[in-house]
């Protein structure tokens, strides 16, 4: 604890002395970015939205992109770890895909959708893969002395995925779940680079960036990161309530 | 009298790469209902592969495999099968893991905890009902596969090593009990081990298997009344004789 507030106290230094002696008249100094924070918290920017405004519009975005991420992620992650042939079809195209930066999908995106749901497809980029592959990998390490002895109690196959692969791959899925949701909410900004509407955390700090107020900016970039981190944790927690049937690793 | 498993000529090949591994050849025996069957063979004779064969998850390469008068099929039949190997699911407890075969095989599921909670006490395990099982001893594991395969009524039992694991007293424990179901409940029973004074202390039959690819190579007839006395003449000279099959087996390897 101690550790981590010098560690926190450190980098404000080191910020402020880089601010103090940087050449560049644009780069902020923490007080100012404080200054604006508080601004953009309780005035809000220049057409009024404000910071909770902004990242309560991004958080809606970010997790229907997630929910249809999830909905798409996990069953089609279910069957090609189920059927290995389907699998070595779809991985030619499944491969290169996931290599494609959200940023590079926006023009596609404004030729091909409209409105919120070019949002999802940006933000879907970037949950669908993560989410894929855990799942794969998960239905892949199901023990097949679990398969075999369901086998032998009469099980067929849909009882097999719903009672054996299902419930031993979750814990790979929700990994994928945590860190697709994470990609997911990094690809805010590149999601919010298209479309006419003033709000969302990505647009803010567009807005002010082509404003070159970089004190907005880092406003924006360090709402962007807790945010994230609380959504990382929340998932953390819910992994541990869901799986105190796992052998627990103490450091 | 009826047939609980007949097989005739069975043999089994497994191909590994390019070339294939004979495990069983031209196997025949047959058990009668509610007859206690013990298996004894040297290691990787293929023991457990038969076990698989007679419980229908896997086909023989050739020959004809009977149980009570169908080709197995757990779908339409009752089998409890407990592996050699750790079979529990681990996100659920000792009372979950019970409940799943009655889940599977249909039983209302008002039902589920009681008879679960039942053959829990059976294997001497209650107490633990909520430890998962990564929680419980090895020994404990196999006695709630145990429970989870008895708890299901089944007509045929598999059972595939299942006290290796356990501690001598343990052990001595579960085969009274195993001994009680079975004369209890009349069931078949298919017990595969590598103890020949398990298998003396326990079968109406044994079989010694040769080594691979194994077939039947001695059949004896234990003709001793239940409960059996470890120490006494006739136990001891049947115990020899069986000892003596094996090991002119175990040379070979
Ligand atoms: N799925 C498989 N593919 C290829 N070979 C196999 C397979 N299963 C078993 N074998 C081979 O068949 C032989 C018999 O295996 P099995 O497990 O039936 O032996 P076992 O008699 O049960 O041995 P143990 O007493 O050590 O448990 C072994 O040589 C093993 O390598
Ligand atoms: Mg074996």
Avoid at chain 1, 95 to 111: C, K, M, Y
Wanted: hydrophobic content about 45%.
């Amino acid at each position: 604890m101690l550790y981590a507030l010098s560690s926190v106290i450190i980098f404000f230094i080191f910020w402020e002395l880089i601010a103090l002696y940087s050449p560049s008249p644009y780069l902020p100094d923490p007080y100012s970015v404080l200054r604006a924070f508080i601004t953009i918290l309780t005035v809000g920017d220049v057409d009024g939205y404000t910071l909770t405004w902004h990242a309560v519009v991004s958080l809606e975005r970010v997790l229907l992109g997630f929910a249809v991420g999830t909905a798409t992620g996990i069953p089609i992650g279910m069957l090609l770890g189920i059927k290995p042939t389907l699998k070595g079809a779809v991985t030619p195209i499944i491969e290169p895909l996931r290599f494609i930066p959200p940023i590079a999908w926006i023009p596609l995106s404004i030729v091909l959708l409209i409105g919120l749901w070019r949002y999802i497809f940006l933000i879907w980029i970037g949950v669908f893969f993560p989410v894929l592959l855990d799942t794969i990998a998960g239905v892949k390490r199901t023990s097949i002395t679990l398969i075999q002895m369901a086998r032998t109690f009469g099980a067929d196959n849909k009882k097999i995925i719903t009672k054996i692969v299902f419930p031993s791959s979750l814990p790979e899925i929700m990994n994928g779940l945590r860190v697709g949701l994470g990609v997911g909410w990094m690809c805010i900004v590149a999601a919010e680079m298209i479309g006419g509407e003033p709000v969302g955390l990505g647009r803010l700090i567009l807005k002010y960036a082509n404003l070159l107020q970089i004190d907005v900016v880092i406003v924006g970039m360090i709402t962007i990161g807790l945010i994230g981190l609380a959504l990382n944790y929340l998932i953390l927690l819910l992994e541990k309530r869901m799986f105190r049937w796992r052998v627990e690793i103490r450091a | 009298m009826k047939k609980a498993i007949l097989l005739e000529s069975v043999s089994k090949k497994y191909e590994v790469g390019s070339s294939s591994l004979e495990v069983i050849k031209d196997l025949t025996f047959d058990v009668n209902e509610n007859e206690f069957v013990c298996i004894v063979g040297p290691s990787g004779c293929g023991k457990t592969t038969l076990l698989r064969i007679v419980s229908g998850l896997e086909p023989p390469s050739s020959g004809r495999v009977l149980v009570f008068d169908t080709p197995p099929d757990p779908r339409r039949q009752k089998f409890g099968v407990i592996f050699q190997e750790d079979s529990l699911l681990p996100w659920r407890t000792v009372l979950g893991n019970v409940k799943f075969g009655l889940e599977l095989q249909g039983y209302k599921e008002t039902e589920h905890e009681k008879i679960a909670r039942t053959y829990i006490e059976l294997v001497g395990l209650q107490g633990f009902e909520n430890y998962y099982p990564h929680q419980i001893s090895g020994g404990m594991k196999k006695r709630v596969a145990i429970a989870r395969a008895l708890a299901i009524n089944p007509d045929l039992i598999l059972m595939d090593e299942p006290f290796a694991d356990l501690d001598a007293q343990t052990r001595s424990l579960m085969q009274r009990e195993l001994l009680n179901v079975w004369s209890k409940l009349n069931k078949t029973v298919l017990f595969i081990t590598h103890n020949v004074e398990e298998a003396v202390f326990l079968a109406q039959r044994v079989f010694v298997l040769t080594k691979r690819p194994s077939k039947v190579k001695q059949i004896i007839n234990i003709d001793l009344p239940y409960p059996r006395a470890r120490l006494s003449p006739p136990f001891i000279s049947y115990r020899e004789r069986i000892l003596t099959a094996f090991h002119e087996e175990l040379e070979g390897i």
